[in-house]
């Protein structure tokens, strides 16, 4: 049986079409942004907990980026627009407020860009407002540092938006998702550049975006599982006793 199922996983990998994934992360920091990930638990028994969350642009090596002039593999995050939001499975309270914003390694724009609010009870991050490297990789020339064909290394994960939270302690045990609102605007460089001062050489990668959501696992005390562990810990000790 495990011959067969793995025959079967062999002739299914070599039908399926190859495709580099790209698109975006939703991560949770409990840790004052030392770590982040896009699973996260917190315990708010004792009170409301301020936490960090990010957006990273990722593309798989190999993502290829249609231009207007010619194709060529993704180097390096170009510009984007766009917003994000919180929401709680199971029609439970979010329970989420948003403090203050960046734009991550984008910042080049506005201040518009660091808005949030509210779409009836939904917390949104950011607005539509446009951000881009522009000023940063194609003026100052540093796009060849992400080249190969200039000799550098394509960096494929780009930090777009930062922002700290409170979670509420009101609302009891719910799960939250943080995930995409809107999207207009999502383009990479592509190498080989055509030159240092336009866009020419940036686009939209193939296929559709493979979004991570963030999912943040709210407690009002320590988990029954848990509780359950130190129990069974001390069980032999009382049956040796």
């Known amino acids: 049986m495990r011959l067969t199922v793995i025959g079967l996983a062999a002739v299914v990998a070599l039908t399926a ?7 975006f992360k939703y991560q949770f920091s409990t840790d004052n942004g030392v770590t982040f990930g896009s699973n996260r638990l917190v315990d708010v028994s004792n ?16 993502t290829i980026v249609n231009t207007a002039t010619v ?3 993704a180097i ?52 539509t407002s446009i951000t881009s490297f522009a000023a940063q990789l194609l003026l100052t020339g540093t796009l060849a540092n992400f080249a190969p064909s200039f000799g550098g290394t394509p960096q494929l994960e780009w ?29 990479w460089y592509r190498d ?30 320590p988990s029954v599982l848990a509780l359950l562990g130190l129990v069974l810990l001390g ?5 040796l006793a």
């Open 17 to 23: 079409p190859a495709s580099a994934a790209w698109g």
């Open 47 to 62: 009170a409301d907990v301020n936490l960090r969350v990010r957006v990273v642009a990722y593309a798989d090596p190999g």
């Open 71 to 73: 194709a060529g593999p």
């Open 76 to 127: 390096a995050f170009y510009r984007y627009g766009g917003s994000e939001k919180f929401i709680a499975l199971n029609g439970a309270s979010v329970g989420v407020t948003p403090l203050g914003q960046t734009a991550g390694d984008l910042t080049t724009t506005g201040t518009s860009y660091l808005s949030s609010s509210f779409s009836g009870t939904t917390p949104i991050l950011g607005t």
């Open 159 to 187: 930090v777009i938006r930062t922002a700290n939270i409170r979670v509420s302690k009101l609302g009891g045990a719910r799960t939250i998702v943080f995930s995409n609102n809107t999207r207009i605007t999502n383009s």
């Open 192 to 221: 080989p550049p055509t030159d240092s001062i336009s866009s020419a050489n940036a686009g939209s990668p193939e296929g559709q975006a493979t979004d991570i959501q963030g999912i943040l696992t709210v407690i009002p005390a």
């Open 235 to 239: 069980s032999p000790r009382r049956r």
